[in-house]
């Protein structure tokens, strides 16, 4: 009976053992499928270390931007702080450099026709928009406050591009003493004319943690809450007061819908085109919001952690590209359901891909991989 026993538990061992190797084999199949490869983009002779891509949708361009130190180096280590660089996006060979920020830049994104790329420096709270006819500097625009504000789960810096690329939003933080210690707050929401740099509005005391365009430019949708601290047994702590999906027309700042939701707290809102709806992203609750109203429409189910370090929808608004904020799993996610088409793992610390950007059509990645820049290709 002993024999028996031990033989069928070896045989369900080796059942297991079977079913791992399979889901090994077709899980190395899927990811060599759909990673096509890996190639260097030409780095800067500094050996800076980027924090930043953009792509540009016609894929003439891919765009860096830099930190403030040489590898391996200090911040007084002589090296030009926060250059903007470009690519060529075919060859991958270095362009040249449009210029710098004096610091290392977060944030960066083309307009859809590629006329114009905008950067950002979040520790300056410093805009630039770049024209990529002439490849020379437009306009470099500055925050009231001191440093651009991050998003709710500090994932990327509060800006939005519109699409058309006539607009661009940014949110300043301030920095709160609380007790012995301090924490940053989202303050003033600014909206500028990219062609003339001028402000078309502001919103004081905006607290968004996270927005972007409507694919028409027309609207601006952000998430924003309101932070309360109290002194409770000498110890500081938190609380959530409101929390609101908030739409403002793009051009004068007025008030589309604002519809309180409780919980939300996104990383990402992401706004398919010619959906009306607008899809909020936080791991783990995905919720798609009515543009009309602000109002839940219906939860969307996805595996995804909390944090994401990129979300974009494809142009057909058929699929969601996501990477986790950790940048060691690529998503490929199908609307409506919501559906895996390939998740990819990247885990080890020279297969990470961090601060990155994807192509349109989802077909190419920018990213620093192991202190270099890469790109990949699916």
């Known amino acids: 009976m002993n024999q028996l026993h031990s033989a069928n538990r070896d045989l369900f061992q080796f059942q297991v053992?079977?079913?791992?190797?399979?889901?090994?084999?077709?899980?190395?199949?899927?990811s060599r499928s759909a990673v096509a490869g890996v190639r260097s983009l030409e780095a800067p002779t500094n050996q800076a270390l980027f924090f930043s891509y953009a792509l540009s949708s016609d894929g003439q361009w891919i765009a860096g931007g830099t930190g403030q130190r040489r590898l391996g180096?200090?911040?007084?280590?002589?090296?030009?702080?926060?250059?903007?660089?470009?690519?060529?996006?075919?060859?991958?060979?270095?362009?040249?450099?449009?210029?710098?920020?004096?610091?290392?830049?977060?944030?960066?994104?083309?307009?859809?026709?590629?006329?114009?790329?905008?950067?950002?420096?979040?520790?300056t709270a410093t805009l630039k928009i770049w024209s990529m006819t002439h490849q020379t500097l437009r306009h470099t625009l500055t925050l009231a406050e001191p440093v651009i504000a991050s998003s709710t789960l500090g994932s990327q810096m509060v800006c939005a591009l519109s699409p058309d690329g006539r607009?661009?939003?940014?949110?300043?933080?301030?920095?709160?003493?609380?007790?012995?210690?301090?924490?940053?707050?989202?303050?003033?929401?600014?909206?500028?004319?990219?062609?003339?740099?001028?402000?078309?509005?502001?919103?004081?005391?905006?607290?968004?943690?996270?927005?972007?365009?409507?694919?028409?430019a027309k609207v601006l949708v952000g998430f924003s809450r309101t932070i309360v601290w109290e002194l409770v047994r000498e110890v500081y702590s938190s609380r959530v007061a409101d929390e609101r999906l908030v739409g403002w027309e793009g051009e004068t700042g007025q008030v589309r819908f604002s519809s309180p939701i409780p919980g939300m707290n996104?990383?990402?809102?992401?706004?398919?085109?010619?959906?009306?709806?607008?899809?909020?992203?936080?791991?783990?609750?995905?919720?798609?919001?009515?543009?009309?109203?602000?109002?839940?429409?219906?939860?969307?189910?996805?595996?995804?952690?909390?944090?994401?370090?990129?979300?974009?929808?494809s142009p057909e608004a058929s699929q969601l590209f996501a990477i986790d904020f950790s940048a060691e799993r690529l998503h490929f996610l199908r609307f409506p359901q919501g559906?895996?088409?390939?998740?990819?793992?990247?885990?080890?610390?020279?297969n990470r891909i961090m601060f990155a950007a994807v192509s349109e059509d989802f077909k190419r990645l920018a990213g620093t991989r192991n202190n270099s820049p890469v790109v990949l290709e699916f």
């Not at 690519?87 to 040249?96: A, L, R, V």
């Not at 559906?339 to 020279?350: C, F, Q, R, V």
């Open 339 to 350: 559906s895996s088409i390939t998740n990819i793992s990247l885990a080890g610390y020279t």
């Open 266 to 313: 996104p990383s990402h809102l992401v706004i398919p085109a010619n959906t009306n709806r607008v899809l909020a992203l936080s791991g783990n609750r995905n919720t798609w919001y009515s543009l009309e109203t602000g109002v839940v429409t219906r939860e969307q189910p996805l595996d995804l952690r909390q944090s994401l370090h990129v979300a974009a929808v």
């Open 73 to 123: 180096g200090t911040t007084n280590s002589p090296v030009p702080a926060g250059q903007v660089v470009l690519w060529d996006g075919k060859s991958g060979k270095q362009k040249c450099v449009l210029g710098q920020h004096g610091a290392t830049v977060n944030w960066m994104a083309f307009s859809k026709d590629g006329s114009i790329l905008v950067s950002a420096s979040g520790s």
């Open 167 to 216: 607009r661009l939003a940014a949110v300043g933080a301030t920095i709160k003493p609380i007790g012995i210690s301090q924490t940053s707050e989202a303050a003033t929401l600014t909206v500028w004319d990219t062609a003339t740099g001028r402000v078309l509005w502001t919103l004081p005391k905006c607290g968004i943690g996270t927005m972007s365009f409507t694919p028409d």
């Open 17 to 30: 053992l079977l079913h791992r190797l399979k889901f090994l084999v077709f899980f190395l199949l899927v």
